[in-house]
């Protein structure tokens, strides 16, 4: 089995910071991407950011130039650094990972979800 366990969320002033993180465990034959979503009360969940095992990146329209993901390999945790922080960014922030198992000598490839760590912007 595998894991993703979070951690940084919590409640910072409108134009503060935050450090999320996300750590991988388990039974993991590699990790092929990571990243994060967040879903607001009574909205969608939404792509925040992903990060491929060779480095690229992507980013929703709404967060691009303010947060920045990364991800040590060594260590296999996907970070995501929120800077300018805006009330609407307030969401609880799951981490999802693609990762690939041996079962029976044969490789496939599982989506993963962590557990939510809740993020408040707010005054």
């Known amino acids: 089995q595998v894991q993703l366990v979070e951690s940084g969320g919590g409640l910072v002033q409108p134009g503060g910071s935050l450090r999320l993180s996300c750590a991988a465990s388990g039974s993991i034959f590699s990790i092929n991407a990571m990243g994060w979503y967040r879903q607001a009360p009574g909205k969608m969940r939404e792509l925040v950011a992903v990060?491929?095992?060779?480095?690229?990146?992507n980013y929703a329209d709404s967060v691009k130039g303010r947060f920045t993901i990364s991800m040590d390999n060594a260590k296999n945790t996907v970070y995501l650094q929120m800077n300018s922080l805006k009330p609407e960014d307030t969401a609880v922030y799951c981490c999802?990972?693609?990762?690939?198992?041996?079962?029976?000598?044969?490789?496939?490839?599982?989506?993963?979800w962590g557990q939510g760590t809740q993020v408040t912007v707010s005054s």
């Open positions: 999802h990972a693609k990762i690939t198992r041996l079962v029976v000598g044969r490789e496939y490839e599982y989506d993963y």
């Open positions: 990060i491929t095992s060779k480095g690229s990146t």
